[in-house]
């Protein structure tokens, strides 16, 4: 039987193990670059292990769950996922799961072990059961692919593990803008055109934060009252070359088209009819952006950043939301508003409450809830209903109110006099 031999190269160590032979020239597998023998070795185990089990019968696993789950973020999800979902996978990982149940085998840990893991959890940590449900995504996602992708383990033990009640775990509060807030942000912001005309975006259409910053105006068609919504962006840790990217929507239910109104028709032609103005005063030192390809070793396009078209040879990207001199800050832009939003107008909400203002308002003025899930991007209607739609206390007294008028009669009216 073959086994892993470790060698060193230089200064780095390579593994290497004895592989089926093709028209009688026998073949290895290797790999250099450990800085330890012992890396090595664990390396070349995990790759032994996958190469003898494609196709045949399960063999434990001496696996521990930390290093699997190493190798399934640089495998899986740094393949499949996007930046902030897997940034967001790595905190859950590093902080919670690795400490508390990472040192044990792979091959040991049981549906018991999972979900007496997320009960404490719940009880240690007072997170918002959203937080915890991406806790839950994280190791069902990495279980089901040790099971099914991999062939690690043999079967799944996070088939069966939820999140227990929750009474004393505190909700993200929504906040829902009142006519009245809309109108003194506006009053306060007055100066402010880009961060009016981005407020306005988002509080007529209800498109995400990302969405909203990553508009051109070759999305925007203004003649017929239609925004094509085809991206998103995000930022990682910057570099000499920025750190705003441009990617694809969160979902492919969110690549979608919304109508728009007169308001936010009349609000986009002043501002990019000002913001052509200004390209003109500012002349040559107005900033463009392009796109720049982002390749991994492979040469393939992984990401495509935002950059500075400094000797215009690449196409402008044309951004909607620019400061007054073209410079693009992607979702900064709307960072100190709220700071003074909320310390000096004393109005506690997120840009992103626009979002659910949006769905709220017009569920409440008679839109089919299936139509108000597609205008926001969302697959399934209970995602709008669950994290969008909120209930207020004027809603609550006009439809109580509403059930006292439909349900009025004369023989009621009499009925309740009570006479004697």
Known sequence: MAEVRVMKRGKVYQYQFEIASVNGTRKYINKSGFKTKAEALESGNIAYTEYINTGQPYKESKLSYSDYLDYWLDNYCKTNLKYNTIQSYTTLINKYIKPKIGKYRISNITSVALNNFITDMVNEYNFSRVYFKNLLKVLKGSFRDACNLYGIIKYNPALTIRLPKMDKVEEDIKHLYSLEEIDRILDRFKDNATFTASFLTSCYTGMRTGEVFAL?????????????????????????????????????????????????????????????????????????????????????????????????????????????????????????????????????????????????????????????????????????????????????????????????????NKAIKFEV
């Open 216 to 412: 051109t105006w070759k999305d925007v068609d203004l003649e017929n009252g239609i925004i094509y919504i085809n991206h998103n962006v995000y930022d990682k840790p910057k570099d000499q070359f920025g750190r705003w990217y441009i990617g694809s929507t969160k979902t492919v239910r969110g690549t979608r088209k919304i109508n728009i109104g007169n308001t936010l028709v009349t609000a986009l032609l002043n501002f990019k009819k000002r913001q052509e103005m200004l390209k003109k005063l500012y002349g040559k030192e107005y900033k463009y952006y392009c796109i720049e390809d982002v390749k991994n070793e492979y040469g393939k396009v992984i990401e495509q950043r935002i950059v500075l078209n400094k000797n215009h040879e690449s196409e402008n990207l044309d951004l909607v939301f620019t400061r007054d001199d073209g410079t693009y800050t992607g979702t900064d832009l709307i960072r100190y508003p709220f700071k003074v939003i909320r310390e000096e107008l004393n109005i506690k909400c997120r840009f992103y409450d626009l979002r659910g203002t949006y769905a709220t308002k017009i569920l409440n003025n008679g839109t089919e809830i299936r139509d108000v899930a597609d205008m926001l991007g969302h697959r399934n209607i209970e995602t709008t209903e669950n994290y969008y739609i909120s209930s207020t206390e004027n809603n609550r007294r006009d439809a109580v109110l509403s059930f006292d008028r439909l349900t009025s009669s004369d023989t009621i």
